[in-house]
């Protein structure tokens, strides 16, 4: 009796993931993704990629960028190099802390001010109030009250970009409160907390994860205004707004003390900017619609 091998099918293909796909078209978004990537590894590894950023050697002072100093010294002969690396961990710390700091209150504000009608005037008054003020002067004005520290540098900040996005938060959830699915769950008994954790916050989370790209540039940038100007992180932390405060009376003198934290702040903005615009582009469904109709017309 012989026995009939049938075929065996064939494994399935593994099929890369849409948005993978979709953010490897772009390629500023991968050069955005790359360069902030770079930044993070850098800040996180700063002890293994530099020394000491507080070592002075008083005698090699106003070094220009050498072999010994790649950067240079600053004016008690402190490796600039050292500074700028450890500046990328206390500008992504910053960052990414101003970030959870900004969600939290923001995402929660806007939540509640969009589901509860008798919530939403006096949250978003409050909200209103605090944009009112220009980002710097509000920053400047919360670390004259709390004193110069890493925790109330970051503090501050968040205050003052939680309000966008709670705004953003809070459109989102007035459209989608609306829709038919919610609809249905009230009608099924669903809970008002049950409504906003299951079927509306998930469904407005894409405009708040680009908006957290932005405030996370913007955060980097008002921290080293507030170093710079004197009224952030204290003078000993080594960052890039700090090192710019302390190189702009040498800036004849010893030009490289402006021209490579500022180019490491540049850099990281626009790192920032790029990668937030191809996310932007990436989770809204009307630009990823023309995109597609654009590339079937070519």
Not at 36 to 55: D, E, N, Q
Not at 254 to 278: E, K, R, S
């Amino acid at each position: 009796m012989s026995v009939i091998a049938l075929p065996r099918e064939a494994p399935a293909a593994r099929t890369t993931p849409r948005w993978l796909v979709l953010l490897a078209r772009r390629r500023t978004t991968l050069v955005g993704a790359t360069l902030m990537v770079a930044v993070v590894a850098i800040g996180l590894g700063a002890p293994l990629f530099a020394g000491s950023p507080t070592h002075m050697d008083v005698a090699a002072r106003l070094t220009p960028p050498n072999r010994a100093h790649w950067f240079g010294t600053d004016d008690v002969g402190r490796d600039v190099f050292s500074r700028v690396i450890h500046g990328a961990r206390l500008s992504v710390l910053v960052g990414a802390a101003v970030v959870v700091f900004s969600f939290v209150v923001g995402v929660l504000s806007g939540l509640f001010a969009g589901h509860y009608p008798r919530l939403d005037n006096p949250i978003m008054r409050v909200m209103d109030g605090l944009m009112a003020f220009p980002a710097i002067v509000l920053a400047i004005a919360l670390m004259a009250s709390l004193g110069p520290s890493v925790v109330n540098v970051i503090i501050a900040i968040g205050v003052v970009y939680s309000p966008r996005v709670a705004r953003v938060v809070r459109g989102s959830v007035l459209v989608i409160r609306e829709t038919a699915y919610v609809e249905a769950g009230r009608a099924l008994g669903a809970s008002d907390l049950t409504l906003m954790g299951r079927h509306i916050l998930p469904n407005c989370l894409s405009p708040v994860i680009v908006q957290g790209s932005f405030v996370f540039a913007a955060a980097v940038l008002t921290e080293a205004a507030l170093s710079f100007l004197g009224v952030g992180v204290p003078p000993y932390v080594p960052s890039w707004g700090n090192t710019l405060s302390e190189g702009r009376l040498y800036i004849q003198q010893a030009p490289w003390l402006v021209l490579y934290p500022g180019a490491a702040i540049m850099l990281t903005i626009f790192a920032l900017n790029l990668f937030g615009d191809g996310l932007r582009d990436l989770l809204d469904p009307k630009i990823r619609g023309l995109q597609t109709e654009r590339q079937r017309a070519t």
